[in-house]
């Protein structure tokens, strides 16, 4: 596979073009952000731990019966994907209060919910993406009814598979963030990434914060947590 020119550059990730018109190079930065992008910084060794920890799961996830956008890994920080339109949503799935949860409807963090909740947010950087419920999004046209209802009905369901799998290494899956793409063909399929930027992984033991919340708190250490992290990870696969 030959990578070709820039399309993209995100807060995390850029994207290439191929040669292939039909999958595009996602490739991992070591650049943090938080606060809305208004706190930047570097966690050393990220772009790698990052890239490895999602196609991971994401050929886990697909062998489990979810589509996903993976195709293979190219190098350390690279990896082919299919090329998507990404729904402008952000899907978050929450197990445990914590943070804007807690800061929201004013609880403590660490109340573990008998059922896991889902929200929507705008994928918007200029509106500071605000929350959406489902009619506004039909009502935006962001997706279709039927759209919706697979996007949730998988969400729900890689709830219960990441959970379990970072069960098995001893993490508490407290929350996390998905976003899914429309194939050309029209088939929607889990897109961008699921790593210690958009998970909060805590570990099931200490309730040690081994995930990007490190960074956005100021609490130091985020790169041994990652390394943590993907280093449970691969032991146990
Ligand atoms: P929140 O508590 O800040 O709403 O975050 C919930 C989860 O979503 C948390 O695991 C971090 C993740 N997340 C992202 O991946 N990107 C974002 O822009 C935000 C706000 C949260
Ligand atoms: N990365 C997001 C931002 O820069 C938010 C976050 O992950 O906290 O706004």
């Not at 996602?26 to 930047?40: E, P, R």
């Not at 956005?216 to 041994?224: M, N």
Request: aromatic fraction near 8%.
């Amino acid at each position: 596979m030959e990578k070709r020119e820039q399309i993209y550059e995100g807060k995390a990730k850029k994207v290439f073009a191929s040669d292939d018109a039909d999958i595009v190079i996602v490739s991992y930065k070591d650049d943090a952000t938080a606060l809305d992008g208004l706190k930047k910084g570097i966690i050393t060794g990220k772009g790698a731990i990052n890239n490895r920890m999602t196609n991971n799961l994401m050929r886990r996830l697909e062998a489990a019966g979810i589509p996903t956008h993976y195709v293979k890994e190219l190098n350390d920080r690279e990896t082919a994907v299919k090329k998507v339109t990404i729904l402008p949503l952000e899907v978050i799935i929450r197990n445990i209060s914590a943070g804007h949860f807690a800061s929201r409807y004013g609880v403590e963090e660490g109340i573990v919910f008998d059922e896991p909740t889902i929200e929507f947010s705008y994928k918007n950087d200029d509106l500071h993406d605000p929350l959406l419920n489902d009619h506004h999004i039909l009502a935006l046209k962001l997706c279709t009814k039927e759209e919706l209802e697979l996007v949730k009905s998988y969400a729900f369901r890689i709830n219960e598979l990441l959970k379990g799998y970072m069960k098995d290494i001893g993490i508490d899956l407290v929350d996390f963030k998905l976003e899914f793409g429309k194939t050309p063909d029209g088939q929607i399929v889990l897109a961008d990434e699921i790593s210690p930027d958009t998970c909060r992984l805590w570990d099931s033991m200490t309730h040690d914060h081994l995930d990007k919340d490190r960074f956005r708190r100021d609490l130091g250490g985020a790169e041994e947590a990652y390394i943590e992290v993907i280093t449970r990870l691969m032991e146990e696969k």
